[in-house]
């Protein structure tokens, strides 16, 4: 295959391995292309010549590190993705649960924690709770898109309600829509690698969103994760899982309460 920069099998499982050691991500063996695609427009920026040529310079500058992990995270998201779950959230308030403390934790541009943030205000029936969400990615770019809540119309009409929520963009902001500041407000952001040992969360979280990330790590490190995720959650808390994470089998710590959805022994 004719490529702008030399790419050879070594450099795809030089680039598997540090993308492991960095942020847990497993890449399969059918993503030579896609890790190429992602690395070129880098290694072009700095002037390199061959994705080897790039792996020297991540291992000589760590700054470095941030854009590699960037370039790799894969950030499918959406708004009320996996629906029933936000409908869970709705009836845990409603049950007269206490919900003043969610983590998203990994939130990719924001679509996930501003859903909960619209959960949450719909089921107390208005913008002035005392519940606030942390919302948390490794990648900085998406992190910096989330936080400032502007979307392309299309991804936002599905929302019920939206007029409460969203400001239409005008002029040169046509067909895009800004999240309210009174919803923004609810929300903050921060930079957090699932795979650090410490996690700067305070414990006695009501909810952990943690959605379509564990698929990413191996089974070792899920369960890791896992316990140190639940450390901070109080005992009745609500986990929730993306569609294929599946923990039926860590009985001794979580409790299914529906689709991918779990309470804290
Ligand atoms: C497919 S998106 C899922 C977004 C959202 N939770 C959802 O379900 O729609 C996966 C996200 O996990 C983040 N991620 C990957 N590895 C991570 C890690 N080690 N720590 C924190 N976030 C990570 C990625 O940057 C990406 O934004």
Redesign the pocket.
Known sequence: MDREFAYTDADFNKVRSELRA????NLADSKVSLVYSRLAPRVRKLGLKAIKQYLTYLETHPDEQEHF??AL??????FF??PHHFDLLNEFIQSGERCERVW??????G??PYSIAMTLVKAFGQFDISSRVIA????SN?LNKASLGIYPLDKVDPIENKKNFFLRGKGPNKGQARVVPQLRHLIEFRQ?????TQYPIQEGLDVI?????M???DKETQVQ?LEKLLQKLRPGGLYIA?HSENFNHLGHLITPVGRTAYRKV
């Not at 960095?22 to 991500?25: E, K, N, S």
């Open positions: 960095l942020a847990g991500i992990i960037n995270t894969t950030n499918l998201t959406s993705r996996e998203c934790a990994a939130s990719s541009t679509e996930e948390s990615d490794i990648d998406v957090v690698n699932l795979l650090d969103f943690c959605r379509n990330v698929i990413y790590f994760i993306g």
